[in-house]
T-cell receptor, first 113, second 114 residues
C-alpha cells in the first residue's frame, strides 16, 4: 500500500527566510509525486509534480521539489518566502493502476512579517 | 475554460438526514473523483467515476455513494448522516483515468452535520 508522511504539521517562518517542507512516501511501485497548496476556504491547487525525467521540478512562483528515490522523499523548498505563501501544503502520490491521489496530512506554512 | 464547480458550497444538515452534493467537471473531462477532507483524517479518497462507471473506491461505508451522468457531471450522496461526516468534500476532474492525467479540484462543499 502507498502512504505519504509529512513530517511537520506546522512550519512558522519569517518573511524572506528559506523554507523546506518535508515529505516522505512509501510505495512498492513507481509513483508520480505532487505538491498541492490550499488557501483558506478554497480547494486544492497543483503546485508542482514529478512524473519522470529530471528529479528537480519547479513551480512558477519560486517553489521547487526534488525527487529522491533512494530516500523516498519529495521535499518542497523555497529560498525566500512571502506573506502570500501562507497556506496549507499537501504532498501526494499516485501510482500503480490506481488513479486516485493519496495525500499526506498537510503542513501549515505560516509566514510572519 | 471554466473550472470545476461544486454546489452547494455550504450545507447544514442534522444527524440521520441524507445529502446530495453535485460536481460539474471541466468541459471535456470525463473522470471525476471525490475526496473527503477532515481535520483528523486529512484528505481521503472516496471514489472515482469515468464514463458513468465507478472505477475505483476508497475505504468508506456504504452510506457514501455516487454516480456520474452522461454529461460527466457527478453527484455523491451520503445517507443517514453522522456527526463525523462533517467535512469539506472536494471533487476533482481529469481528462481520463489512464496513465497520468492531472486532477483539477473544485472549491469544495462544506458539510456540517448537527
Amino acid at each position: 500500500a502507498q502512504s505519504v508522511t509529512q513530517l511537520d504539521s506546522q512550519v512558522p517562518v519569517f518573511e524572506e527566510a528559506p523554507v523546506e517542507l518535508r515529505c516522505n512516501y512509501s510505495s512498492s511501485v513507481s509513483v508520480y509525486l505532487f505538491w498541492y497548496v490550499q488557501y483558506p476556504n478554497q480547494g486544492l491547487q497543483l503546485l508542482l509534480k514529478y512524473l519522470s525525467g529530471s528529479t528537480l521540478v519547479e513551480s512558477i512562483n519560486g517553489f521547487e521539489a526534488e525527487f529522491n528515490k533512494s530516500q523516498t522523499s519529495f521535499h518542497l523548498r523555497k529560498p525566500s518566502v512571502h506573506i502570500s505563501d501562507t497556506a496549507e501544503y499537501f504532498c501526494a502520490v499516485m501510482g500503480g493502476s490506481q488513479g486516485n491521489l493519496i495525500f499526506g496530512k498537510g503542513t501549515k506554512l505560516s509566514v510572519k512579517p | 475554460k471554466a473550472g470545476v464547480t461544486q454546489t452547494p458550497r455550504y450545507l447544514i444538515k442534522t444527524r440521520g438526514q441524507q445529502v446530495t452534493l453535485s460536481c460539474s467537471p471541466i468541459s471535456g473531462h470525463r473522470s471525476v473523483s471525490w475526496y473527503q477532507q477532515t481535520p483528523g483524517q486529512g484528505l481521503q479518497f472516496l471514489f472515482e467515476y469515468f464514463s458513468e462507471t465507478q472505477r475505483n473506491k476508497g475505504n468508506f461505508p456504504g452510506r457514501f455513494s455516487g454516480r456520474q451522468f452522461s454529461n460527466s457531471r457527478s453527484e455523491m450522496n451520503v445517507s443517514t448522516l453522522e456527526l463525523g461526516d462533517s467535512a469539506l468534500y472536494l471533487c476533482a476532474s481529469s481528462f481520463s483515468f489512464s496513465s497520468y492525467n492531472e486532477q483539477f479540484f473544485g472549491p469544495g462543499t462544506r458539510l456540517t452535520v448537527l
